[in-house]
């Protein structure tokens, strides 16, 4: 099992959205994150991350239900998402789907990922990252896990 993280801006799409049931995580225009999805299989469970909020950070963890297939949004010319390079021959992106398995009690803010030991090395805590699709180590998913379920 591989272990992922997804991140979104509650004014886009929220963790309580996903309570209401699986999702495609469609739109992604990053090489990086594409090759991510790619990598992900069914059962695989991810983090979700609020960005752009207060607080800022992991509210709860879902779960892959649907592997990497083509991202139909970047054919559709009314898309914000179309892009006219993508053919069904040559789809270019990919997205998969994700549903909400269990919410957290309290954030795991970012500040309080910074500071924790072990997840110095974590991609979101890198200068720089901005992809929406992410590894975790196995490492990193237990400290947080741990975090989690210590939050009063």
Same mark, same amino acid.
């Given at each position: 099992?591989?272990?992922?993280?997804?991140? /979104? *801006?509650?004014?886009?799409?929220?963790?309580? #959205?996903?309570?209401?049931?699986?999702?495609?995580?469609?739109?992604?225009?990053?090489?990086?994150?594409?090759?991510?999805?790619?990598?992900?299989?069914?059962? #695989?469970?991810?983090?979700?991350?609020? /960005?752009?909020?207060?607080?800022?950070?992991?509210?709860?963890?879902?779960?892959?239900?649907?592997?990497?297939?083509? #991202?139909?949004?970047?054919? @559709? %010319?009314?898309?914000?998402?179309? @892009?006219?390079?993508?053919?069904?021959?040559? %789809?270019?992106?990919?997205?998969? #789907?994700?549903?909400?398995?269990?919410?957290?009690?309290?954030?795991?803010?970012?500040?309080?990922?910074?500071?924790?030991?072990?997840?110095?090395?974590?991609?979101?805590?890198?200068?720089?990252?901005?992809?929406?699709?992410? %590894?975790?180590? /196995?490492? *990193?998913?237990?400290?947080?896990?741990?975090?989690?379920?210590?939050?009063?």
């Amino acid at each position: 099992m591989a272990y992922w993280l997804f991140k /979104s *801006e509650p004014s886009a799409f929220s963790f309580a #959205d996903l309570e209401a049931g699986p999702t495609e995580w469609s739109g992604v225009r990053n090489y990086q994150a594409r090759n991510y999805m790619m990598a992900m299989q069914t059962w #695989d469970l991810g983090y979700f991350y609020h /960005s752009r909020t207060e607080p800022i950070g992991i509210v709860g963890i879902v779960m892959i239900v649907r592997s990497a297939y083509p #991202d139909y949004t970047a054919l @559709d %010319p009314t898309s914000q998402y179309h @892009d006219p390079r993508a053919t069904p021959q040559k %789809p270019i992106w990919q997205m998969v #789907d994700i549903a909400f398995k269990m919410a957290f009690s309290q954030v795991v803010t970012l500040g309080r990922l910074r500071v924790t030991p072990g997840l110095e090395g974590m991609a979101l805590l890198q200068k720089g990252s901005r992809l929406s699709v992410q %590894p975790v180590t /196995s490492g *990193e998913w237990e400290i947080i896990h741990r975090l989690a379920t210590a939050l009063p």
